[in-house]
């Protein structure tokens, strides 16, 4: 058995569990298991899943035992599963049924600790199943259950949980204390229904209790205090913008951790208020206003005061303007209910619902005024103070304020004149101290002057000023020369000058050298701009007594004159003038054409020009053609100039040889060719444009009355014959410069490409390895190769087909060639093909070919002629056998045709003239056709070739032919069979023409016939190709085969040699009995019986049978008895 021993561990009362036990055979021979009924109603087992059908178990196999709990209670269980084979072997596996009971890791009393009166508070407790898993509920006592356990100021959730082995969950509870002290409550938890425990909650309420700590001023948080008696804290006076600070500490006297936040409220005090009745008044609660920009802060302002502990606060004083401020500082505790404070203490206040004001602190700070002054405030210089020497002056300041400030030293109004400078510029000066300061002054331009110079205090909302007056001499300068004249300068080059300018005093000197603006007249642009004239150094510093160097360069940007005026400024003043004189002049260059049209130019092919570039001007330059082309077509064309650089003298023509060359077809006129000279403001261009023409071929027909015309149409006419060469010739011009390579193909009826590539490799002397030859045929002249030729040519059996010799050519620029167009034919009808040729890269070109011919493809072999031969039988007399005549038909083209044979007599007296023929769809339907053959009479009964379609052609147009009467149709003496021939392509079949002379009429005199007969041909194909049409039946010449034979009547003379002539006269005497002797003669008559006589006596007679006539008779001589 698998497993040995089945057990329940997890169960619940009134569920059903169940288990597999596995039964296997492990003996040598099959078995039958059954199950004794067990004592137990919690477990019940039954036999399922048998490999066989007959409920056996096969060595090695195994059958399912089920086994089925069901508790009523959590209780142990066990009970032996006995199986009992038919051998009397018992086996028994043992069932169990135990419960691992639930075990809860909580302590007996959850402390939830201390909590302000009024705050709801939550506490988690963590619990843990170290037991088997089960369901816990909480209990008020053991009677009953509640869903929602509240217990005093105690709330506890959840309720009801299920923990699994080792699960773990979380109690909630929730505390909220209504009054000051501790609570104690009792509730139970019952481990599902084995045990009951019993846990006790405790917590306590508490009310805000805070101190303050160092100021002399105990008084505690819930203790009475008069009114108006706060801690004060006094900064005493100080200066704006600066600060003090003050330390403070604040002790926690209760058990709880305090959220508290710093704020300050501006000083309010309680109004007496009456009722309206007699007697003493009552004084209501102040309003606390928050203090906005307050002066005063505290570090920390807020945070968490833990339960019994004291924090250190800084409180700081920076005032920003002068004044007394005052403010009460309130100690605010957060998350605290009013019925948290202490009752009847007037330091405490109610500032939300969920905050109070538990400690208040009064704030006092004076802001006094800063008080700097200056000795002396004003200080006049000396009179005579030339430019660029040092004064120095000394003066004081005094800080009668407070507390220590910063200076710094600032200049207004800076005319330019005197630079002044206080040292120090800036400091620290103590309260009460006095500081030296010097005053540095330096002129730097002349004149009167009158400065102020502020000194900023960094706190201060106020600066202090010192003033100072005084006058600047200017200084002594001199330049070498009166005026710069540059005379002439080229266009684009420069020319530079030089002057001095002297510093004649014993200071340094700054000095500004500028044109006058106002001095340059402008007129019909004879006079430059002045920005042309450039100065280094413009400005600078001249040391004492010394010089300075000036370069003047004048860089003209167009053509005139120069006329200015150079102002030296020093100090601000004007110090001397220079009058500067300039002509500038640029060289003028141009081609004697500024555009180039080439009318007709061919792409790859180079086309030369010849240009002139004349110098107009009187100044040698220099010119550069750019090899990089203008425009959008740049890149479709290639334009070499020769020379690409040069130099060209004054009044000088430059020859210039432009070569260009085109890649593309099309018209171009945006390529443009600049050529760059020195001296030129810009450049020159060269427009070029072109009509540029790709390779082009004419095509014409080469005869004497050709008519030109827009289209070519090679057209060999309508009535040519089968078998006779065709040709056409076609003129090929190259109307380009461009040497080209032209291919010829024909669309549809080509040669076979056999027979062209031999024609090539004869036609090429340069081939070395040939085919041999056949001795035969070397000595064949070359009439007789041709029908060898044209049965090559035609072997793709299209009954056409065109030559083009030569099939491709090269055709230099401007020249012109003629191309062959040989037609060969072998059968009959309209032909349309396309002759293609193609000029190099271009589109090919389509040419119409048109090609009629006329013509019988049917050759008689016996007398060696197409369509037309005569057949003669001869003269014979009437009654003679039917005489016949075997003709051989022979089918020369690629299709396969069928001809009709009808006979036709002539008559002499016949004076008919039209035959009037009228027929229903095809008129010679093939005699394999489901088609019904009939006979149609013409107007005098006579039979005519003519053919009635099925019924479904009924509805077919009659049609109605007339053609000249020649004879009458007769099936007599005349016939041909078969009446229907069918000819294969290149193949020949017998025919047979029949004469009866019986059928003649019987005349004495000797009679000559004539007939015809008139084949009528179709061709048997279903379809043919759209590039040909061939004409059939009556709308093509028919075969005829005219007939001749002559007829006369036989006529035989009979000569005896006796007088009895052909009679015979015998003696009965002559037969004697006796005589026995017989002989056998076989004699042998004309008509070749045997004939056996009995002959005793012969008698014999002679006779001679002429012929006199020209014709061959048979006779017969018979005997009969008389009568």
């Given amino acids: 058995a698998e497993p040995k021993e089945v057990v329940f561990s997890k169960y619940q009362p009134g569920e059903v569990y169940q288990k597999v036990v596995h039964f296997k055979n492990v003996s040598g021979v099959s078995r039958h298991l059954r199950v004794i009924p067990l004592e137990s109603s919690h477990f019940s087992a039954s036999l399922e899943n048998f490999p066989t059908p007959d409920c056996s178990i096969a060595p090695g196999m195994h059958c399912d035992c089920v086994i089925k709990f069901s508790a009523d209670s959590l209780a142990i269980y066990e009970e032996h599963l006995k199986v009992l084979s038919h051998c009397g072997e018992c086996l028994t596996v043992p069932l169990k049924a135990t419960k691992h009971f639930p075990e809860l890791n909580l302590p007996r009393t959850l402390e939830c600790g201390h909590f302000l009166v009024g705050t709801r508070s939550t ?65 139970e938890i019952a481990f599902g229904d084995y045990e009951v425990h019993t846990f006790n909650l405790t917590g306590t309420g508490e009310q805000v209790n805070v101190q303050f700590i160092g100021l002399g001023y105990e008084h505690e948080s819930g203790s009475a205090a008069e009114p108006e008696q706060y801690p004060t804290l006094d900064f005493g006076s100080i200066n704006p913008h600066t600060s003090s600070s003050r330390t403070v500490s604040l002790k926690n006297n209760s058990n709880v951790d305090l959220s508290y936040s710093w704020r300050f409220y501006r000083p309010a005090t309680e109004v007496p208020v009456s009722d309206g009745l007699p007697g003493p008044f009552y004084r209501k609660p102040p309003i606390l206003v928050q203090s906005k920009h307050s002066p005063f802060s505290i570090k920390p302002s807020a945070g968490t005061l833990n339960a019994q502990d004291t924090i250190n606060f800084t409180f700081f004083f920076s005032p920003q303007k002068v004044d007394t401020h005052i403010d009460m500082a309130h100690f605010i505790v957060l998350d ?46 000396p009179q005579d103070m030339p430019v660029g020497e040092n004064f120095t002056i000394p003066f004081k300041i005094l800080n009668q304020s407070l507390m220590p400030v910063q200076y710094d030293w600032k200049r207004l109004d800076h005319n330019g004149l005197c630079s002044m400078i206080v040292n120090p510029p800036s400091g620290h000066i103590e309260p009460n101290t006095i500081v030296d300061c010097d005053l540095m002054c330096v002129g730097e331009k002349a004149g009167a002057f009158v400065e102020c110079l502020q000194c900023s205090i960094n706190l201060s909302d106020s600066a202090i000023f010192l003033s100072v007056e005084g006058t600047v001499q200017p200084p002594v300068v001199t330049m070498d020369v009166a005026n710069l004249n540059f005379g002439l300068i080229p266009l684009g080059q420069s020319a530079t000058l030089h002057f001095s300018i002297s510093n004649r005093s014993k200071c340094p000197v700054m000095y500004d050298v500028q044109q006058a603006v106002t001095d340059v007249a402008f007129k019909d642009n004879e006079f430059m701009d002045h920005k042309c004239l450039r100065l280094s150094p413009c400005s600078g510093e001249i040391e004492p007594l010394g010089s300075v160097t000036v370069d003047a360069v004048c860089t003209p940007e167009a053509v ?39 009318k007709k130019a061919f792409f790859g092919i180079k086309v030369e020009r010849t240009l002139h570039l004349k110098n107009f001007s009187l100044i040698s330059t220099r010119f550069s053609w750019n090899s990089r082309l203008l425009g959008e077509s740049v890149d479709k064309c290639r334009v070499e100039i020769k020379p690409q650089s040069g130099e060209i003298g004054p009044d000088e023509t430059v020859s210039i ?53 827009k289209e070519v149409v090679l057209d060999f006419g309508h009535s040519n014959h089968l078998r006779e060469p065709t040709s056409l010739h076609l003129k090929m011009t190259n109307t380009s410069a461009i040497a080209v390579h ?66 491709s050519l090269y055709l230099p620029g401007f020249e012109s ?83 009709n044979w009808f006979t036709f007599n002539l008559e002499e007296h016949d004076q008919k003239s039209v035959d009037l023929i009228h027929y229903f769809g095809e008129p010679f339907p093939p005699d394999d056709s489901e088609t019904a053959m009939a006979t149609a009479c013409d107007g005098e009964g006579n039979e005519s070739p003519l053919i009635t379609t099925c019924e479904s052609d009924k509805l077919s147009l009659v049609k109605v032919i007339l053609k000249p009467h020649e004879g009458i149709p007769s099936k007599k003496p ?64 028919p075969l005829r085969i005219d007939l001749k034979a002559g007829v006369i009547q036989p006529l035989l003379y009979v000569e005896f040699d006796e007088e009895d002539g052909h009679k015979f006269s015998y003696l009965a005497s ?35 049978m002429k012929n006199k006539s020209t014709s061959i008779f048979s006779f017969k001589v018979f005997t009969r008895p008389s009568s």
């Fill in 123 to 187: 506490v988690q407790f963590s619990c843990q199943n170290s037991g088997g898993e089960g369901c816990f509920k909480l209990l008020r006592n053991r009677s009953h259950s509640v869903d929602a356990l509240q217990i005093g100021a105690f709330t506890i959730s959840p309720t009801n949980f299920f923990l699994a082995e080792g699960g773990k969950t979380d109690l909630l509870v929730e505390f909220v204390p209504s009054a000051v002290g501790s609570f104690c409550e009792t509730f």
């Fill in 817 to 899: 060639s003629v191309v062959d167009v040989t037609a060969y034919s072998d059968m009959w009808g309209s032909y349309k093909d396309k002759l293609i040729y193609q000029v190099s890269d271009l589109e090919p070109v389509v040419v119409p070919v048109t090609y009629g011919v006329k013509g019988c493809p049917l050759l008689f072999q016996t007398s060696a002629t197409y369509g037309h031969t005569t057949a003669r039988f001869g003269c014979h007399s009437t009654g003679d056998q039917p005489v016949d005549r075997e003709l051989v038909l022979k089918n020369t083209s690629p299709n396969e045709i069928r001809i």
């Fill in 560 to 598: 005139g004159r120069l006329r200015s005026t150079l102002e030296c400024h020093v100090q601000g003043k004007l110090a001397g003038q220079l009058q500067v004189k300039a002509e500038v002049q640029r060289p003028v260059v141009a081609l004697d054409q500024s555009r180039i049209h080439f």
């Fill in 1070 to 1104: 002559t037969l004697i009995e006796g005589n026995k002797v017989a002989t056998i003669l076989n004699v042998r008559s004309s008509n070749t019986q045997n004939m056996q006589v009995l002959q005793t006596s012969i008698k014999s007679h002679n006779f001679i």
């Fill in 742 to 807: 032209i291919s010829f193909s024909i669309n549809y009826f080509k040669p076979l490409d056999t027979f062209q590539k031999d024609t090539q490799t004869e036609g090429n002397s340069k081939h070395l390895l040939r085919n041999t030859e056949n001795p035969a045929t070397c000595s064949l002249s070359a009439q007789q190769k041709f029908p060898d030729k044209v049965s090559a040519l035609l072997a793709s059996r299209k009954g056409c087909c065109f030559v083009v010799e030569p099939s």
């Fill in 336 to 381: 605290a209910p009013p019925s948290s404070l202490p009752p009847n203490d007037s330091n405490c206040a109610v500032v939300s619902d969920h905050e109070v004001s538990v400690a208040r602190l009064k704030a006092i700070g004076h802001a006094l005024p800063y008080r700097v002054d200056l000795y002396p405030p004003l200080i006049i210089l």
């Fill in 657 to 709: 040889s432009l070569c260009a060359e085109w890649k593309e077809v099309g018209s171009y006129d945006e390529v443009v060719a600049m050529c760059r000279v020195d001296g030129m403001e810009k450049p020159i261009f060269l427009a070029l444009s072109s009509e540029v023409y790709g390779p082009s071929v004419d095509c014409s027909i080469v005869a004497p009355l050709a008519i030109r015309s």
């Fill in 974 to 1037: 005349f016939s041909i069979h078969p009446k229907q021939l069918i000819l294969p392509p290149y193949n020949h079949k017998k025919l047979y023409v029949t004469f009866q002379p019986s059928q003649c009429i019987f005349s004495s005199e000797e009679m000559s016939l004539e007939s015809y007969v008139l084949g009528y041909i179709s061709l048997n194909e279903n379809s043919c190709a759209s590039e040909v049409q061939r004409k059939s039946g009556y709308d093509v010449e």
